[in-house]
């Protein structure tokens, strides 16, 4: 394997929010630090640092993981979602995002983005959740302000209009 320097920069190509992106970073940048300074996607919240809280949750190919612990290069062929690929349209929020605001499951708002990205991932594949298993999943957030009930009433609404939603189509 090539021994790189700090100052050295590698090549990143890959899918972001559905756009070709064609980038260069430095080996050791993680993927929340390029996705906000080098991309301006400031979406993406920096927390601990260490994978512990979920601020920073983006889905990479379609899983939810933890930018503060990725680094930039290993998305390289990827497909990576942020918070910002949410809203179906400017101006429009997601069904999730539209259950946060009426359940008001959001006070400062710090998590989340992780939160979203991570249930998002989450409700493609569990349409029908149960309020154990929504609490066990989000166990991986820290939400300091809000609590936990607002945001978990908030899934099983947002749930329940995509089930409804899928119905109809």
Do not use: W
Not at 33 to 44: E, N, V
């Amino acid at each position: 394997m090539p021994r790189l320097s700090a100052s050295d920069r590698c090549s990143v190509r890959f899918l972001l929010n559905g756009r070709s992106v064609a980038a260069e970073a430095e080996p050791r940048m993680l993927l929340t630090d390029f996705l906000r300074h080098s991309l301006g996607l400031t979406g993406t919240h920096v927390g601990c640092e260490h994978g512990v809280c979920g601020a920073c949750t983006v889905q990479i190919d379609g899983k939810p993981a933890r930018a503060c612990l990725t680094l930039a290069v290993q998305v390289d062929g990827a497909n990576v979602r942020t918070v910002e690929d949410l809203a179906p349209e400017p101006g429009r929020l997601s069904v999730l995002q539209e259950a946060f605001r009426r359940h008001h499951a959001l006070q400062c708002g710090f998590c989340t983005a992780g939160i979203l990205m991570s249930l998002d991932a989450y409700l493609k594949t569990n349409p029908e959740p149960s309020e154990p298993a929504l609490r066990e999943y989000l166990s991986g957030h820290l939400c300091r302000c809000t609590g936990y009930v607002p945001i978990i009433a908030a899934a099983l609404d947002a749930a329940k209009r995509l089930r409804e939603a899928t119905a109809h189509a």
